[in-house]
C-alpha cells in the first residue's frame, strides 16, 4: 500500500513538469515550422512570374484560360488539383484524369480567393500562407497546425447557380 502511495505521490509531483516539457517542445516545433514556413513564402514571392494578393495568397499563371469565372459564392466549380506540404508530402489530390465539384464559396480561403480570381481552363500554381489555409487547427492527421500549403489547381468549368 505504502510502495502505490510513493508511486502515485512522485507521479503527481511530476506531472506539471512533463506537460511543461511537452509545452515547450511544442513551442519550439511551432517556432522552427513558422520560421520555416515565412522563408519558403519569401522565397516563392521572389520567383518570376510571382503574383501576390492583398491577403497574402501567393500564385503562378501555369496555362491561362478564357472561360467564366465563379461569380457567387453558390456556383459550383469543378477542378483537378494537387496539395502537398512546403516539404513536398502530397496530403491530398484528385485521382489522374478525374476532377472534383465544390460550391466555389464552402472551401478554404485560399482556394475561394483563388477560384475568384481564375478563369475555366487556368492552370495555377497556389501558395497559402496558413491563415488561408487550415490555420491554427490544421486538418487531421495531414496537415498540422500552420502548415503554408502548396496547390496544383485547375479549373475546368464554372456552373453558376440558379438565382
Excluded at 500549403?149 to 464554372?158: A, E, N, Y
Aim: glycine content about 8%.
Amino acid at each position: 500500500m505504502y510502495r502505490f502511495l510513493a508511486i502515485a505521490c512522485i507521479a503527481l509531483l511530476c506531472a506539471p513538469t512533463l506537460a511543461c516539457a511537452k509545452k515547450e517542445e511544442a513551442k519550439a516545433q511551432y517556432d522552427l515550422s513558422a520560421a520555416s514556413n515565412q522563408k519558403f513564402l519569401a522565397d516563392y514571392a521572389a520567383k518570376p512570374g510571382t503574383f501576390k494578393t492583398a491577403d497574402g495568397l501567393l500564385y503562378r499563371v501555369l496555362t491561362a484560360g478564357k472561360g467564366k469565372s465563379p461569380q457567387y459564392v453558390d456556383d459550383m466549380v469543378n477542378v483537378s488539383y494537387k496539395g502537398a506540404l512546403i516539404n513536398g508530402k502530397v496530403f491530398d489530390q484528385t485521382e489522374n484524369g478525374k476532377t472534383a465539384d465544390f460550391p466555389a464559396g464552402q472551401l478554404i480561403p485560399g482556394w475561394v480567393e483563388a477560384l475568384s480570381l481564375m478563369k475555366e481552363g487556368d492552370s495555377w500554381e497556389l501558395v497559402l500562407p496558413s491563415e488561408l489555409g487550415y490555420g491554427e487547427s490544421g486538418a487531421g492527421n495531414d496537415i498540422p497546425p500552420n502548415q503554408t500549403l502548396v496547390f496544383t489547381m485547375t479549373l475546368h468549368k464554372v456552373t453558376p447557380a440558379q438565382h
